[in-house]
């Protein structure tokens, strides 16, 4: 077994997969600050399930194989490329600090950013020739990061749109899987997207948690219930 932060891995009788348990526990400042949460396992399961279903339907190679209980998936193991991919459509969170614009002021074209996995190093900022030098991904491999993680972008900002939520941002994560092709892999959920009402702007995932703002819970559970509601259409 090994524990991510908010994830436990476990082998299975297929070499080729792997369970994953989703934990009631939300972690900020790069797992520094670590609480639980009631809930959260079961609700971001069930997200995280919802949506990789979509892609999966909508022509998205993806790691999921299928839910498998309230708080449990399977999915196919693989190599993980070192790579945090953020894309962004509108400001916020460290885009915003960093060029101090207004809160969600829009991008024409989605914004994408590379982050090169390392607790150590507080997962610095990388750019393409970075990538290259440290040979974090070949250029032909990043070109499908890039191409895979703006068709994501597309999809999803369509199925929150139709559940009333705006897509602001979120991160990504890419793998080999044993058949040597390059996959979606990792979570997509509250904890890595940031996602508010299309009306009120009211915040519906982890930075509710990140800011002390209120029970990160009623958000995750909107999103939870609106996607339900949507995909049942
Ligand atoms: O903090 P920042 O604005 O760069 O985050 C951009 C997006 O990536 C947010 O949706 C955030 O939840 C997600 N993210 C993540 N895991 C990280 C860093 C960012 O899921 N380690």
């Given amino acids: ?23 009631n526990q939300a972690t900020a400042l790069n797992g520094k600050r670590k609480e639980h949460v009631d809930d959260k ?58 060029f101090d614009t207004p809160y969600l002021l829009e991008f024409e074209e989605p914004v994408q950013e590379f982050y090169y996995k390392s607790d150590r190093l507080d997962d610095p900022f990388i750019n393409d020739s970075q990538i290259h030098a440290l040979k974090v991904a070949t250029a032909e491999q990043l070109a499908v990061i890039r191409d895979q993680a703006l068709k994501v972008n597309s999809l999803m900002k369509k199925l ?7 897509l602001v941002d979120f991160k990504l994560e890419f793998g080999i899987d044993a058949d040597g092709k390059l996959i979606l892999g990792d979570e997509i959920s509250p904890d890595s997207c940031r996602l508010v009402d299309a009306k009120t702007q009211q915040s519906l995932d982890k930075d509710v948690f990140r800011k002390h703002t209120g029970n990160v819970m009623d958000g995750y559970r909107t999103v939870l219930d609106r996607l339900q509601a949507t995909v049942a259409e």
């Fill in 1 to 23: 077994m090994s524990e991510g932060k908010a994830k436990q891995l476990f082998t299975t009788e297929n070499p080729n997969e792997i369970l994953v348990h989703y934990l």
């Fill in 41 to 98: 396992g079961i609700v971001n399961n069930q997200i995280d399930s919802l949506i990789f279903n979509y892609l999966d339907a909508h022509g998205i190679a993806t790691h999921f194989i299928k839910q498998v209980s309230d708080s449990d998936q399977l999915v196919k193991k693989m190599t993980m490329i070192p790579l945090e991919v953020v894309v962004r459509n509108a400001a916020s969170g460290s885009f915003q600090r960093k």
């Fill in 160 to 166: 929150f749109a139709e559940a009333g939520i705006k």
